[in-house]
């Protein structure tokens, strides 16, 4: 271990306070759970309700504590022992920076969004006077031979109106091996010597200049902390889905990272992006092991943040969650859809974490993130169970008095620890959610106002009540699959507001619908009154569909922004890091439906841009193409661009002689020898967007 | 778009100078000249040396002819521009078009591409840029350090590299004893 954490009196005691209190709340509920069954006759599945019932409760109580940390925290101004708030902060700016990489992977992202996220990042930074420590690596994991020219073209575009050469730089990986993890991986292996911190950042990150500024101050003043994760809000929420999502993250999310912070410490979280990271450790002590699985194609760790924050901290190196730092954001998944692909790939990542649960010299505060983590998406599973056996239990219980006739008995049934048990479940549920409207109500004007901003978290909690058990559905849906050993494919996330069609709600969600029409009436005819308890379950299951369609479009959520609701401080006074990101696209051009990626076979500059970035053969030219390479140029020229698949595509590209053998035969070539959509391209070449939009001057 | 001195080509052969025209045409379009006039007379001027190279090799297609023309002038302009007649053509095409590119040559000095002798300030302007693309490899070696995952690990490996049926069954009959008599304690307990 090369650093140590210095842990004060005062840790050891808010983590025995944490774990004490979750304890005792799990403990008080189960204590309700057995009473609310005193003197009844059990059945198998009450045991397995009894079983299940602690886990689940833990969650609650879990969460519970971690917001009244956060509000307690809030109320005493800040946690006094916080990396970000110890002495070196009244001489900071006193503090050198060493020389820093932002490190921005992308893979098949909206070019146009990371590139003008960059040039904002940059400005930002020029502002502060200290761009001269900072360097930005777009890091490509793009399989998509259009997204990979546009890429390059963005990248000069980038270079040329930043005046940027020489620290802006553009990498492709060739094999894309271990996802985001590997292209950071690689970034390191190549270039991580040079700079001392890395700021690894999503495609959709922005982060202010004084941020960044300030966070390599943090590192240059604490040489034990390894990783300092900022708190990123989510922003340029069009979609009412993502409006109420933002809104959400505002008013609640700094709590809940408050609290995380004050119980952890400097055992804090990594989410992967906007945070700051210590290289040479990271290089040492971070790359991720393989998984003891069987299968070699599933050895991989899919959810490398926890488990890099895990063997950081097992270095002996701090990982702090800077959760008052402003100017760090993100964007969020713009409707339901967007975010169960997102949450089916976090869920098979997160049960992959199971392993690292009882690894050796893993700590315990790493232990207790990766059980968050866990349970998280085994709640969904466990709660289903509850659901089902708790309805049948139920039914099993009323015959059997129906039949038994006893008073005795019948008086048992509504045992007062039940609704002691109700009340202490909703009030665990519902406290932080009140806590955070409160820590936010005298910052009420920056939310639309104190009337509006209740308004919003009335209707936020609405929609969440509805929401919670369709994402119980597939979040169960999503651990069976990766239990199952089901391929979670990485896919890119879509950050537009384009809206779902009905048709694709009815698709993905109908299944839903039809399961509550089918499972109440069902439950109404054995249960009577007590299929009630299962209404607001079977609502959000049948109005899935609806919920999903009405939310995902774009023209709702400008209207409730226009009425004041759901606003967040972002957008009352949007900071100059986000302008011009919103992706407005009214009275734009629309996207030029010609492929992108011929633009490197037929536009001089593009292919000029695409050559000096990959590897050209020997300088005699004396390399010879393989006869498949050989077939494969002649089919692209004689069936058109049409007729290659997106792996052939990329393996053309790859080739600097094929690329540029194809620049001279595609022009050279008389029109009776060439597929007839090459005329066509050759005469819209000079109008193509890569030349308009990034490499002409404006 | 114009068909190219109509009284001296005729029938296919005329239709064959046209593609090669437009051809030519649609290629300098792709420099993005900002003098549309200057292009067009350059096609012209183009078209003209090829028929005369066509004359002397009537076998050649004029598209191939007139490309091929055009690609050696390019060639030839910016070697003689960036002093590097003895890099590699694809090279040289790649580092010259880029430096067309960066000192923006096809917005302020449209004419003077593939002009001969090029201006001085031109030549100048093409040598100064320079495209970074990627700093220098400073290699680390970064690979996983030994990670004890403690007991599950020998259980899972017990458990997955040894699985066989009669083991299953006596784990599921051992622990379906194990529930009965769970549920039969909690039955007396509760």
Request: hydrophobic content about 50%.
């Given at each position: 271990m090369n650093a140590t954490t210095p842990h004060t009196d005062d840790f050891v005691v808010r983590r025995s306070v944490f774990l004490g209190l979750s304890i005792l709340l799990t403990a008080t509920g189960f204590v309700l759970m057995l009473n609310s069954y005193s003197g009844q006759t059990l059945f198998w599945e009450d045991y397995v309700c009894i079983g299940v019932f602690p886990l689940l409760f833990s969650q609650i109580a879990v969460g519970f504590i971690l917001a009244l940390f956060g509000f307690f925290d809030r109320l005493r101004g800040g946690d006094p022992h916080h990396l970000m708030r110890r002495p070196w902060r009244e001489k900071e700016d006193s503090i050198p920076l060493a020389a820093t990489a932002i490190v921005v992977p992308v893979y098949n992202e909206e070019v146009d969004r990371v590139s003008k996220g960059i040039a904002n990042m940059w400005r930002s930074l020029e502002k502060t006077g200290q761009l001269e420590h900072f360097d930005f690596y777009i890091c490509s994991d793009s399989t998509d031979a259009d997204h990979w020219v546009e890429e390059e073209c963005a990248w000069l575009s980038l270079c040329q109106t930043l005046n940027a050469f020489g620290n802006i730089f553009y990498r492709k990986r060739r094999h894309r091996i271990n996802g985001k993890s590997g292209n950071v991986a690689d970034f390191c292996r190549r270039w991580g010597k040079r700079y001392r911190y890395m700021i690894v950042l999503d495609a959709d990150s922005i982060m202010t200049g004084p941020t960044l500024v300030r966070l390599v101050r943090a590192m240059e003043a604490n040489p034990e902390a390894g990783i300092i994760q900022t708190q990123p809000y989510s922003v340029l929420g069009q979609s009412l889905f993502r409006r109420v999502l933002q809104f959400s993250g505002k008013v609640y999310g700094g709590l809940f990272s408050q609290g995380c912070s004050m119980a952890q410490m400097s055992s804090g979280s990594y989410w992967g992006h906007n945070a700051i990271i210590r290289v040479a450790p990271f290089i040492e002590y971070c790359d991720l092991p393989l998984l003891p699985v069987p299968d070699p194609g599933k050895r991989h760790v899919l959810s490398h943040d926890t488990v890099e924050a895990a063997l950081m901290r097992r270095a002996g190196y701090g990982v702090w969650i800077a959760y008052a730092e402003p100017g760090s954001y993100e964007e969020g998944p713009p409707n339901l859809s967007d975010m169960?692909?997102?949450?089916?790939?976090?869920?098979?990542?997160?049960?992959?974490?199971?392993?690292?649960?009882?690894?050796?010299?893993?700590?315990?505060?790493?232990?207790?993130?990766?059980?968050?983590?866990?349970?998280?998406?085994?709640?969904?599973?466990?709660?289903?169970?509850?659901?089902?056996?708790?309805?049948?239990?139920?039914?099993?219980?009323?015959?059997?008095?129906?039949?038994?006739?006893?008073?005795?008995?019948?008086?048992?049934?509504?045992?007062?620890?039940?609704?002691?048990?109700?009340?202490?479940?909703?009030?665990?549920?519902?406290?932080?959610?009140?806590?955070?409207?409160?820590?936010?109500?005298?910052?009420?004007?920056q939310f639309g106002g104190t009337f509006r901003l209740l308004i919003s978290a009335f209707l936020e909690n609405l929609l969440s009540f509805f929401l919670a058990p369709v994402l119980m559905m597939f979040h169960t849906l999503f651990v069976l699959l990766t239990i199952s050993g089901w391929q979670i494919k990485w896919n890119t996330q879509n950050r537009a507001d384009k809206g779902l069609t009905f048709t694709h709600c009815l698709a993905l969600y109908g299944w839903?619908?039809?399961?509550?029409?089918?499972?109440?009436?069902?439950?109404?005819?054995?249960?009577?009154?007590?299929?009630?308890?299962?209404?607001?379950?079977?609502?959000?299951?049948?109005?899935?569909?609806?919920?999903?369609?009405?939310?995902?479009?774009?023209?709702?959520?400008?209207?409730?922004?226009?009425?004041?609701?759901?606003?967040?401080?972002?957008?009352?006074?949007?900071?100059?890091?986000?302008?011009?990101?919103?992706?407005?696209?009214?009275?734009?051009?629309?996207?030029?439906?010609?492929?992108?990626?011929?633009?490197?076979?037929?536009?001089?500059?593009?292919?000029?841009?695409?050559?000096?970035?990959?590897?050209?053969?020997?300088?005699?030219?004396?390399?010879?193409?393989?006869?498949?390479?050989?077939?494969?140029?002649?089919?692209?020229?004689?069936?058109?661009?049409?007729?290659?698949?997106?792996?052939?595509?990329?393996?053309?590209?790859?080739?600097?002689?094929?690329?540029?053998?194809?620049?001279?035969?595609?022009?050279?070539?008389?029109?009776?020898?060439?597929?007839?959509?090459w005329i066509q391209l050759q005469a819209d070449c000079g109008k193509s967007r890569l030349l308009s939009h990034y490499l002409m001057e404006k | 778009m114009a068909s190219i001195n109509e009284s001296t080509v005729t029938g296919n052969d005329g239709e064959a100078w046209n593609e090669a025209y437009d051809r030519t045409l649609n290629f300098l379009h792709t420099f993005a000249l900002s003098d549309h006039a200057y292009v067009s007379q350059l096609a012209v001027d183009l078209i003209h040396e090829a028929r005369e190279l066509h004359r002397q090799d009537p076998s050649r297609d004029p598209t191939t002819l007139v490309m091929s023309h055009l690609q050696n002038r390019l060639t030839e302009w910016l070697a003689a521009n960036l002093d590097g007649e003895n890099r590699l053509r694809s090279h040289l095409l790649a580092i010259g078009t880029i430096a067309l590119l960066l000192s923006r040559v096809y917005q302020t000095a449209p004419t003077s591409f593939l002009a001969s002798p090029p201006p001085e300030e031109l030549r100048q302007a093409l040598r100064e840029t320079l495209l970074v693309t990627g700093p220098d490899l400073n290699v680390s070696s970064m690979t996983p350090r030994h990670l004890d995952y403690g007991p599950m690990l020998q259980f899972a490996r017990q458990t997955w590299h040894r699985l066989d049926v009669k083991e299953l069954a006596i784990a599921l009959v051992f622990w379906a004893g194990v529930y009965t008599v769970f549920y039969w304690w909690l039955s007396q307990l509760l």
């Open positions: 169960l692909t997102r949450d089916r790939r976090w869920c098979a990542g997160n049960l992959q974490h199971f392993w690292f649960l009882f690894a050796r010299e893993i700590e315990m505060g790493s232990r207790l993130q990766i059980w968050i983590g866990l349970m998280a998406y085994l709640c969904s599973p466990l709660w289903l169970i509850f659901l089902i056996t708790g309805s049948f239990g139920a039914y099993f219980r009323m015959r059997f008095l129906m039949l038994s006739a006893d008073p005795e008995d019948l008086g048992a049934a509504t045992s007062t620890g039940a609704g002691l048990l109700l009340a202490l479940t909703l009030a665990l549920l519902f406290i932080p959610r009140l806590l955070g409207i409160l820590t936010t109500l005298p910052r009420a004007r839903l619908s039809c399961l509550g029409l089918i499972v109440y009436p069902i439950a109404a005819f054995y249960l009577g009154n007590i299929s009630l308890w299962l209404l607001p379950i079977v609502a959000g299951w049948i109005l899935a569909p609806l919920l999903a369609w009405v939310t995902s479009g774009r023209r709702l959520g400008m209207l409730f922004r226009s009425w004041g609701l759901f606003v967040t401080p972002e957008e009352v006074e949007p900071p100059p890091e986000l302008q011009g990101l919103d992706g407005d696209t009214d009275g734009e051009e629309p996207a030029t439906p010609s492929p992108l990626w011929v633009q490197a076979l037929l536009s001089p500059y593009v292919q000029a841009v695409h050559l000096s970035m990959v590897r050209q053969g020997p300088a005699n030219g004396a390399a010879i193409p393989s006869r498949s390479l050989v077939t494969l140029r002649e089919r692209l020229i004689l069936e058109g661009p049409q007729a290659l698949n997106p792996k052939e595509k990329l393996r053309l590209l790859w080739n600097g002689e094929t690329v540029f053998w194809l620049h001279q035969e595609l022009w050279s070539r008389p029109g009776t020898k060439l597929h007839p959509g | -």
